[in-house]
C-alpha cells in the first residue's frame, strides 16, 4: 500500500511511518520545513516538501495522484486561531477533497475524543477554535464516499504503549492516549474493512486492538 502522511515531522507521524514501513507501506510523509527532511526519513519514509496551509485542491491532488492511503496528522499547534482555521480545517478539507479527486481509497483522520457537538467547551475558551475546527473537518471527512476513519485519541501522553486499549473510552472519562498507540492504533486499521467508516475514540487500556475492532458496533 502506498500511503501518503500528512504532518509527517509530528510525534505521531514519526512514531507510525516506521510502522507502516515494517509492514510493507510505501511510505512518503509530508512536511513543511525542508530541515525535517532527515528526520522523517530516518524512519524509512520519503520525505515530501509541501506547506498544506497553502496548497490548493489541484496541488494536493497531484501530490496524491498513485497514493492507496492517507493518514492526517497535521496540525497547527495551536496558540493562533487564524492558522487553526487554515490547517486543521481548510487544508484538511482541501486534502480530502484532493484524495477523492486523486482516486484514493482510503483516509484516516488522527482527530481527538472531544471533536463532538456534545462535548463544546465555552465560546470564550480558547480551545473552542481547535474543536470547532476539528469538528468540520471530521464531518467533512464523513460526508465523502472515501474509506475513512476517524481516530478520537483522549489526552496525548509520552507513555509508552503496548497495542492495547481501553474499548469503553470516551471523550467524557479523559483517557489518556499515548502517542506511541494512536500510531499503532494508526497502523493497524489501514488495511482493516473493520475500521473503515468508523469513529474509533481510543485510550490506554488492556485489550488488543485486533479484539477491539472485533467489538467495534
Known amino acids: ?25 510505501e511510505v512518503r510523509a509530508v ?5 525535517h527532511v532527515g528526520d522523517v ?35 497547527a499547534g495551536g496558540g493562533d486561531p487564524e492558522r487553526t482555521d487554515a490547517v486543521d480545517r481548510d487544508a484538511a478539507i ?34 473552542r477554535r481547535y474543536q470547532d475546527a476539528k469538528i468540520a473537518a471530521d464531518d467533512h471527512l464523513r460526508s465523502t464516499d472515501l474509506g475513512w476513519t476517524v481516530l478520537g485519541p483522549g489526552a ?10 481501553n474499548p469503553a473510552a470516551s471523550s467524557r472519562d479523559g483517557d489518556e492516549s ?10 493497524a486499521v489501514l488495511a482493516d474493512e473493520r475500521a473503515v467508516r468508523r469513529t474509533l475514540v481510543l485510550g490506554k487500556g488492556d485489550v488488543p486492538i485486533d479484539t477491539w475492532l472485533d467489538q467495534v458496533d
Do not use: C
Request: aromatic letters at 4%; zero cysteines; charged letters at 20%.
Open 1 to 25: 500500500m502506498r500511503t501518503t502522511i500528512f504532518g509527517g515531522h509530528g510525534k505521531v507521524a514519526l512514531l507510525l511511518a516506521p510502522l507502516l514501513v515494517e509492514a510493507g507501506h
Open 31 to 35: 512536511v513543511r520545513n525542508p530541515d
Open 41 to 75: 526519513e530516518a524512519t524509512g519514509a520519503t520525505a515530501v516538501v509541501q506547506s498544506v496551509e497553502d496548497a490548493d485542491v489541484a496541488a494536493l491532488t497531484e501530490l496524491l495522484r498513485g497514493s492507496d492511503a492517507v493518514v492526517w496528522s497535521a496540525g
Open 94 to 127: 482541501r486534502s480530502m477533497d484532493a484524495a477523492v479527486a486523486a482516486g484514493v481509497g482510503r483516509y484516516v483522520m488522527v482527530s481527538f475524543s472531544g471533536a463532538s457537538p456534545d462535548h463544546l467547551v465555552p465560546e470564550d475558551d480558547s480551545f
Open 156 to 165: 496525548l501522553t509520552t507513555d509508552p504503549a503496548d497495542g492495547r486499549v
Open 178 to 187: 499515548p502517542r506511541e498507540l494512536v500510531a499503532q492504533v494508526a497502523a
